[in-house]
T-cell receptor
Framework: IAGITQAPTSQILAAGRRMTLRCTQD?????MYWYRQDLGLGLRLIHY???????GKGEVPDGYSVSRANTDDFPLTLASAVPSQTSVYFC????????????FGEGSRLTVL | GQNIDQPTEMTATEGAIVQINCTYQ??????LFWYQQHAGEAPTFLSY??LDGLEEKGRFSSFLSRSKGYSYLLLKELQMKDSASYLC??????????WGAGTKLIIKP
């Protein structure tokens, strides 16, 4: 089934540890995004990539890094996790043409203790 | 600053009609989106408005007034499966999406 795959779906992590959330899409979309979703707040953009080889900072980039080596993969890395990074993380992709609606992965629930 | 406002929670009855409002203040406007998100799941796309007026798609319709910075999502013939959060998002002049916090819709039998 075409779409976006995220891994892991859930993870408990000790503070200070490094963690990479994986995201792969098979729709050949140029643009990809990482969001975090916290209770009572809207989706907040962490990082984005308009095309392979380029990345940009979103609204809340501190403590996170991304890479976009190819069209399909867009991993998100937490270099040294802190409890405030406990959240649900969504990867998404979109076409650059037309409405450009986002297609979301199923999410990764991360708990930092 | 940029801001999207929508009610936190609404309750409606199965079979009825409900209107979820969204007001926005953004730096520029390049379209407004509505997404549905069931608890514990990912958001899924419902509708897109870029011109003023009503867009109808089955039981769901979305309205936009750019001069008023206002949109609504209208859900008709409510079903229990419509219980979900509804997210309003506006694409600004930098083509970035600004998201509202979402409206949790509770459907009662």
């Amino acid at each position: 089934i075409a779409g976006i795959t995220q891994a892991p779906t859930s993870q408990i992590l000790a503070a200070g540890r490094r963690m990479t959330l994986r995201c792969t899409q098979d729709m050949r979309h140029n643009a990809m995004y990482w969001y975090r979703q916290d209770l009572g707040l809207g989706l907040r953009l962490i990082h984005y990539s308009n095309t392979a080889g380029t990345t940009g900072k979103g609204e809340v980039p501190d403590g996170y890094s991304v890479s976009r080596a190819n069209t399909d993969d867009f991993p998100l890395t937490l270099a040294s996790a802190v409890p405030s990074q406990t959240s649900v993380y969504f990867c998404a992709s979109s076409e650059r043409e037309g409405p450009g609606e986002l297609f979301f992965g199923e999410g990764s629930r991360l708990t930092v203790l | 600053g940029q801001n999207i406002d929508q009610p936190t929670e609404m309750t409606a009855t199965e079979g009825a009609i409900v209107q979820i409002n969204c007001t926005y203040q953004t730096s520029g406007f390049n379209g407004l989106f509505w997404y549905q998100q069931h608890a514990g799941e990912a958001p899924t796309f419902l509708s897109y408005n870029v011109l003023d007026g009503l867009e109808e798609k089955g039981r769901f319709s979305s309205f936009l007034s750019r001069s008023k910075g206002y949109s609504y999502l209208l859900l008709k013939e409510l079903q229990m499966k419509d219980s979900a959060s509804y997210l309003c998002a506006v694409r600004d002049s930098n083509y970035q999406l600004i998201w509202g916090a979402g409206t949790k819709l509770i459907i009662k039998p």
